[in-house]
Every structure is written in C-alpha cells, then in structure tokens.
C-alpha cells in the first residue's frame, strides 16, 4: 500500500464491536429484505449545485407556460448539466456525459448500439468484463446515453400534470421575513424542479420511447442479446421498472471505457460482487474510492468515533488524489481541491500550514510526484487565503 493510500485506523476495542454488530445487523437486514426493497434507480438525477442565478433571474413564478426567455435559459442549463454532482465535476473527463449529449440523437445512438451488439466481442463474451480498448470500436458513449434517454424519458417523459407546474410555498410563508435566506432557498430547489419538468417532458415529445427502447416482441433479438449480457454480468433485469435494459445499458458503457459512466458505475447493481470492475478501477482510477473522503463524507473509523476530521488526514488524501490523477492524465481544478483540502471545518482543526510542514518530512527523495504537489497545495492555499 502506497504511504498517501488512504487506509481505515482501527478505534477502541469497544467502540470497534459496537459499530460491527451495527453493520452486521444492517447487513442481516438487507440480505433479508433484499427482494421486497424499493426499486434501485440505475441512473440518479444530478443535484444543481451549480450558479443557477439565470434561471431564477429569467424563470419567476407561475411557471405553468414559460417566456421565451426563460425557455432560452433552460436550454442552456440543462443542455450542459453533467449527470455527476459537484464531487466530480472538478476532474476535467473528455466527452462529459451532460444532458445535451444524451439528447442530442437518440435515434442514432440505439442504431449504434445495434451495430455494436451484432460484434461478439462487443457482446463480452470472451471472458474479459472491462475492455477499454474497445471504446471507439463498441460505441461505449452511445451506451451510455440511450440508458439515460430511456430512463429519462421513462421517469419524467410522461404526459405532467398541470399542478406539477405550480411552485407551491405555503407551507413556508411564516419564513418569507423571519428567514428570507433559508426560504429563498427552498423556493429556488422548487423552481429549478419544476423547470426541470418542463426540459424533460419537452425533449422526451420530441422522439417515440417505444421506438427506441428495446421491446420484447418487436425487438425480439436484441432484446435477447440484451438480456443473456445482463444476466452473465449478473446485472439486475427490473421488469416493472419500464425500461430493464438502461441498467445493462450503462454497465457496458461502463466496461467499454464511457469516463463519466464509469466514473457513476460501482458494480452490478443486483447487490451481486463484481472483482473484476473493482479490481479495473483500482488500477485504472486509484483515486475514485478517495472522492468521498477528501469531501469529508467518508471518515475512518478513529475518525468517525472521535468526530474531529483532521486537515492533516485529508491533506494525504488530496496528495495521492492529484497525484493518481496526474498519472491518469486527467487535468482537475487544483482551486477546488486545496479549498475542499484546506478549509477547516471547525475552529480546532489545524490550518493547512502546520498539516503541510507535518507532513512534509513523510516523503522520500524519490517521490518527486508527491513532492511537487504538496508545494502545489502549499502555494495554491496561500494564494486563497487559506494557508494559515
């Protein structure tokens, strides 16, 4: 294990125990009520993390029919919207999967996923589950937008009722004066939904779902190809959800290499293991697993009992993220990282300073890579203010 590898510190005997018999009971649980759970969306809608000030700017209440303008600012958001959240919007991935690019031309993409499912290798069945090498070849990123156009146009294409167009606030009126922040900022959540509805209803009317979706009588083959793939790859085929071919859809843009579909994909979505993908990633992408702890959603285990983050902790975190980056020749925003590394999270965490210069004598001669962005972190904090 590398010395920035991340790795899980173990906390008081008692403490330890406590937290397995909490996983394993959860873990008993899911097992037991693992077929009567809700259905597991394949794909999740973005959270709008970001400026959204157009929108609101250009799109005020009723939003039953919208101006031409606000139509304008729409098409403008939504088009370049990545299906990520801002956890990774910061790493710079070619060919972003946004909502523009899955609508672009659905028709076009099922007819290359057509092409790709009549090649054999394309089909996986040589053994190997993860073939990078055939991106271009097997059309990975038309895989991955069909199974967001169908589950789009699944979930939100339908016909919307009139009343899912009203922004309704009444519940929070007491709060309009006493906190106009905090009411603002429900109001906005509810405008960009229901604008939300609007783009998706609009784009979803301009094509024919059962035209392209892959229907068990008419499309009798392929769907039968399909369905063999999914099975072999043990991913789930969710009947009553509509559209069961958007799960092995993505898990084979995933396989061939779509970045930002690989980036969402953490296995077969059937609870079921997968060494193979988790074992590319790891070589492919070592810093993917580390995104949620340099956010400080994720903490160790001494970490998550003694509830104090350390700036030191994920300072190493945010070395071996630039670095295994870097290796993977991915540009990233070095602004975001050092903010997300340095900003302290209360008044008793260490500045970055003193979590640099502690660390600092950790690296060998040899670790020029390692080296070179800690005095990254340290030049780039100073220049925002956040050094000492």
Not at 103 to 125: H, I, T, W, Y
Not at 225 to 243: G, H, T
Request: net charge negative.
């Amino acid at each position: 294990m590398s010395k920035l590898q991340p790795s899980l510190e173990a906390p008081k005997c008692s403490s330890l125990v406590s937290f397995l018999l909490l996983l394993s009971s959860l873990c008993t649980w899911q097992s037991v009520h693992a077929t009567s759970m809700i259905t597991i969306d394949p794909w999740h809608g973005p959270s709008f993390d970001a400026n959204i000030a157009d929108l609101i700017e250009n799109c005020s209440p009723p939003l039953e029919k919208l101006s031409e303008k606000c139509k304008s600012a729409v098409d403008e958001y939504f088009e370049d919207l990545p299906l990520e959240t801002s956890r990774t919007t910061w790493i710079a991935l070619p060919n972003r999967l946004t909502y523009g690019r899955v609508f672009k031309s659905p028709e076009l993409d099922r007819n290359r996923v057509l092409q790709a499912l009549g090649e054999r290798q394309c089909r996986l069945e040589d053994g190997e589950t993860v073939r990078w090498d055939l991106s271009e070849f097997c059309h990975a990123d038309a895989f991955a937008n069909l199974s967001v156009f169908l589950w789009s146009c699944s979930k939100y294409g339908s016909p919307t009722n009139p009343t899912d167009y009203l922004v309704d606030m009444s519940q929070y009126a007491d709060r309009e004066f006493t906190e106009p922040e905090h009411y603002n900022r429900i109001l906005h959540k509810k405008v960009v939904r229901v604008l939300e509805k609007h783009w998706f209803s609009n784009q979803c009317s301009r094509h024919e779902l059962s035209e392209i979706r892959f229907d068990e009588e008419q499309d009798q083959e392929h769907y039968r190809v399909l369905f063999s793939i999914a099975k072999r790859l043990r991913e789930v085929w969710d009947e009553p959800s509509n559209v069961p071919e958007t799960y092995v859809l993505k898990s084979l843009a995933a396989r061939f290499g779509d970045n930002s579909t690989a980036l969402l994909y953490s296995g077969p979505s059937s609870l079921a293991k997968d060494n193979s993908w988790t074992k590319h990633m790891n070589e492919m992408w070592p810093w993917k697993d580390a995104i949620q702890r340099i956010r400080g959603d994720f903490l160790t285990l001494d970490e998550f009992f003694s509830g104090t983050p350390r700036t030191g902790a994920r300072l190493k975190t945010g070395i071996f993220m630039a670095v295994s980056l870097q290796k993977s020749g991915l540009e990233f925003d070095w602004n975001w990282l050092v903010t997300t590394v340095c900003k302290r999270r209360n008044s008793e965490e260490p500045n970055c300073q003193s979590a640099i210069e502690e660390l600092n004598p950790n690296f060998e001669w040899d670790q020029k890579a390692e080296l070179e962005a800690l005095a990254m972190f340290e030049s780039v904090s100073q220049k925002l203010d956040l050094y000492d």
